[in-house]
């Protein structure tokens, strides 16, 4: 950290002489990548509601560590997300209802779970407000280090499995004969997902978590030549929301999260328009 604010002592930003705001300018610069990466695979695997339904999987978790007087309740949460996406993996591959099927069953009983277990015995619900909307200023140096672990371990796994999700989520007969296990992979990025909104929600919010996990890679689609592209560009567009929100936050004094998921908001419709040139 001594480092970070070295340089950012160098930078010519008046924001950057709070403390709180470089620790949450260097998350971002951690989770931008983060979820630029999360993003191809949740889009090519045709994720992109599930990643919705695990963030209600997390707050259900938050429940259940606050209700049981739990120090730190989002591990609570990453516990639970962990065992949602497992279960929801088992039942996928054992039923013949469609993926949005069970998504939908699954979202809304975890929602349900969630809102009973925090409203119990008379509860408020205020307190739970901080992971709706999420708050990136809140981010300590200890969790900006599991942050680095955490994108540490998705790059890793993106390297290693990038290739077979993208196969499996477009030709899965020929992923099959290729001895790629179908169950095993997709558990393997359902689990990867429920980390990586679970420890992300709480600074981020389940109310814009979906966009972040499903919009850059989205904006990336509209202009990207090649596999190579697609991900480089979802990455380079979820950096420049990030830091842009953050930015405009500070100046505007609203939430960072809203910002950011609306630069990307607009970030795909200016390259929705650049596709429709490009075709045209």
């Known amino acids: 950290m001594s480092l970070w604010n070295t340089f950012c002592d160098w930078l010519p930003l008046g924001m950057l002489q709070w403390d709180f705001m470089r620790n949450a300018l260097l998350a971002l610069l951690l989770m931008a990548p983060l979820f630029g990466l999360v993003s191809t695979m949740v889009v090519t695997g045709r994720m992109s509601f ?3 339904a695990l963030g ?7 429940a259940i560590g606050s209700i049981c007087g739990v120090a730190a309740p989002t591990w609570v949460a990453v516990l639970f997300s962990v065992g949602f996406a497992l279960l929801f993996s088992f039942v996928r591959s054992r039923s013949n209802q469609t993926a949005d099927t069970l998504i939908g069953v699954f979202s809304s009983s975890a929602v349900a779970l969630g809102i009973f277990i925090a409203t119990m015995n008379g509860g408020s619900f205020t307190k739970y407000n901080r992971y709706l909307i999420g708050d990136i200023l809140s981010v300590t140096p200890k969790e900006i280090g599991l942050l680095a672990l955490v994108l540490a371990g998705v790059i890793g796994f993106w390297l ?3 290739n077979q999700l993208a196969l499996v989520a477009i030709h899965p007969q020929l992923a099959s004969s290729r001895g790629f296990s ?16 679970t420890l992300a929600i709480s600074w981020v919010g389940l109310l814009m978590i979906n966009s972040l996990l499903v919009l850059p890679a989205a904006c990336s689609r509209n202009v990207a030549r090649n596999l190579r592209q697609y991900h480089l560009f979802s990455v380079l567009f979820a950096l420049l929301a990030s830091v ?3 930015t405009a936050a500070y100046f505007l004094g609203c939430s960072a999260g809203a910002v950011i998921s609306l630069l990307l908001a607009l970030i795909f419709g200016i390259t929705f328009c650049l596709r429709k040139r490009k075709g045209s």
């Open 50 to 52: 599930f990643s919705d």
């Open 160 to 162: 290693l499995c990038s």
């Open 182 to 197: 179908i169950q095993k992979t997709q558990t393997l990025f359902t689990v990867a997902i429920a980390v990586v909104v």
């Open 244 to 246: 842009g929100g953050l």
């Open 56 to 62: 209600h999987a997390a707050f259900t978790g938050i």
